[in-house]
């Protein structure tokens, strides 16, 4: 199910939270948690792309997975994290709420149907794991990935569409953002 | 294939291919100086050479043809038999043969070349003929043999190869992306001993600038290669075209010692080859009608390269028929690409560039030639995504000169750091012509489109605000403002922006991924205290 190195039929999971959820991703794919600074915002591109931050000469995009699923978004405070994952050979930035800690999970605690507890789409998720009384959603972080990127596209040639040259759409948003 | 011998496929296909261009170059030579033995044993060296590589490597279609080629070389530099013609035309499509062949190594996969019927024609040409010479297809140059008899000028070859190292182009992109690191950290130490002001640590920074910057430049030389790579294919192309139209060719080239980054070399091949193709097919008239209009029967296409402050400036000239841009101008009315007020309006020079919109074309009838592939709009696009230019300079019945001018590397440049509120961008200093401050009220409106008028002329103005959505700037403000100018081929625009920044040397990174389809964006960059910095893609948003 999940991809990192299983101990004993274990999974490693790194515990973030999302609008009062709980979500986790296998932590072979998470590169480091760093705090969100010196994002540079990135004109014309969806909400859900905040910008783009220096990662020690690396250039990577910032996302906002609360935009993306559609989430209660929450203002940045001093538990908000990004938590940088290394997605088919990309690197993102993702933004969550906070991140609590890295739990092992038994594999047989993973229950692998999604139940209806979430407003994310089912085919994003990987299983639901479950420690005491707590549930963690599993996310499936590269079909998270290939989606955004189809939806950046999307949206953009929907914006050209529109708008013709001049993207007006994005403007609004944008200048909303600003102000 | 065995796995030992698949690594070393990649360097035979490099050298093959490297020799298959040196035997297109010498075989040139040859049909000039038909009895230049010298000559002569230099191709033969080639096939050679080709034949023993193919032969290790185990590649039978290569060797077999090779060897045939090396075999009728043989008789001629043995002088058994005389260069005609027909014999340098059949080695030329040997070496038609010959690259297929190594594509097809190349891909892994069989492609199904044929070389029976090349190989019959090799031993044919000199049989047919009845022979001037006693002619007999002598079979075996024996490999001892050509090993002893080395020509001086392959000797010299061998001294040259052995200072020189191939290298994956992967490790030198790495190499230029740890340098551009080195840059940046570099600055960001600049800004710590500035902040601080710690002179033995600034005296030590200055030292570690003139290495980084020694480094810099030495990394970046090892990824420039002369432009040579690519024109002395060039030569070829226009013989076999020139021989196709029934034109006579006078073919020059210059500067192909200039070098350039390898990425840009190898991009600018297919538009180049394009114009040339361009030259000898539209541009050059047949001889008859040369002499007509009292030229020259043969006419002139010359492509040169040379260096111009930070640029690159390529040009191809031919003393053909020449363009007019008023007949450009009908074509295009006829096209329903422009209406006759449009036109109106216009100047020739924009006339001309006409032919660069995509769907156009000048010739009357659409040959096999310059019909298909790349047309001019291709040329245009291209030479721009490398912030480069084209301009296109005519008359009619005199010839036409198209000059490419080109940045001499991609990866590190020169940017003016704008502001708008409080976003900083940076812009090429290569494309800026000028730059002019103003009060917002000088702002005029023509149709819609903001202006401004510098020195009795018009320049039409693009908000940088309003490109990157944010709010708009107001007129009637009287807070000073800044127009940058800035040129792309023919074109020039000035962007209004807040106020300047500063002046650097930035190291450019390409956004990939979710990021790859940017909007007037053409990259970013990380300066000296981490900041990420946007690259505005000028040619984007004009």
Known sequence: MIQEKKEEGTSQIVVFGLSNEEYGIGIAQVQEIIRPVGITRIPGMPTFVEGVINLRGKIIPIIDLRDRFGLTKKEDDANTR??????????????????????????????????????????????????????????DLDKVLTDLEKSTLEKLNKMAAEEGPGATGAKKENQAAAE | MTEDMSRYKDMFISEATEYLQNLNKSLLELEKAPENLELLNEIFRLAHTMKGMAATMGYQKITTLAHQMEDLLDVLRKQ??????????????????????LQEVASGEDRKVDITAMTVKLKMVLETKPAEGPAPAKETPTDSTAGEKKTVSSEADKKKTQTSVRINIEHLDNLMNLVG?????????????????????????????????????????????????????YPRVVRDLAKL??????????????????????????????????????????????????????????????????????ELTDDGKGMDPHEIA????????????????????EMLMLICEPSFSTAAEITDISGRGVGM????????????????????????????????????????????????????????????????????????????RVREEILPLVSLREVFGLPRLDLNTTEETYIVEVEVG?????????????????????????????????????????????????????
């Open chain 1, 82 to 139: 990004v938590v940088v994952a290394e997605v088919s050979s990309q690197t993102v930035g993702l933004v969550v709420d906070s991140v609590s800690e890295v739990l092992r999970l038994a594999n047989d605690a993973i229950d692998p149907l999604p139940p209806t507890i979430t407003d994310i789409d089912a085919e994003y998720l990987k299983g639901v794991g479950k420690m005491d009384r707590r549930l963690i959603i599993l996310l």
């Open chain 2, 80 to 101: 058994e038999a005389k260069v005609t013609p027909e014999i340098i035309e059949v080695l030329f499509k040997a070496l038609d043969v010959l690259e297929p062949l």
């Open chain 2, 181 to 233: 690191e080195l840059v940046i950290n570099k600055a960001r130490l600049f800004q710590i001993g500035a902040n601080y002001k710690i002179n033995e640590l600034n005296e030590s920074l200055t030292q570690l600038e003139r290495i980084t910057g020694s480094l810099q430049e030495e990394v970046l030389k090892t990824r420039m290669i002369p432009v040579s790579h690519i024109f002395d294919r």
């Open chain 2, 245 to 314: 139209k029934n034109k006579e060719i006078n073919f020059e080239i210059e500067g192909s010692d200039i070098e350039l980054d390898r990425m840009i070399v190898d991009e600018i091949n297919e538009p180049l080859i394009h114009l040339i193709r361009n030259a000898v097919d539209h541009g050059i008239e047949v001889p008859a009608e040369r002499i007509k209009n009292g030229k020259s029967e043969k006419g002139n296409v010359r492509l040169s390269a040379r260096r111009e402050k930070g640029y690159v400036r390529i």
């Open chain 2, 330 to 349: 009908e074509k295009a009315i006829e096209k329903g690409m422009l209406t006759k007020e449009k036109m109106a309006a216009m100047t020739e020079n």
């Open chain 2, 377 to 452: 709009d291709v040329v245009k696009t291209k030479v721009e995504a490398f912030n480069g230019s084209l301009t296109i300079e005519t008359k009619k019945g005199k010839g036409s000169s198209f000059v490419i001018k080109l940045p001499l590397t991609l990866a590190i440049i020169q940017a003016l750091l704008v502001k708008v509120i409080e976003e900083v961008y940076a812009i090429p200093l290569s494309n800026i012509t000028e730059i002019i401050s103003i009060s917002p009220s000088q702002i005029k409106t023509i149709e819609k489109r903001e202006v401004i």
């Open chain 2, 490 to 542: 023919d074109k020039r625009i000035g962007i209004i922006v807040d106020s300047l920044y500063s002046r650097e040397e930035i190291v450019i990174k390409t956004l990939g991924g979710i990021l790859k389809r940017t909007k007037g964006i053409s990259g970013a960059t990380i300066l000296g205290d981490g900041r990420v910095v946007l690259i505005v893609d000028i040619a984007g948003i004009m």
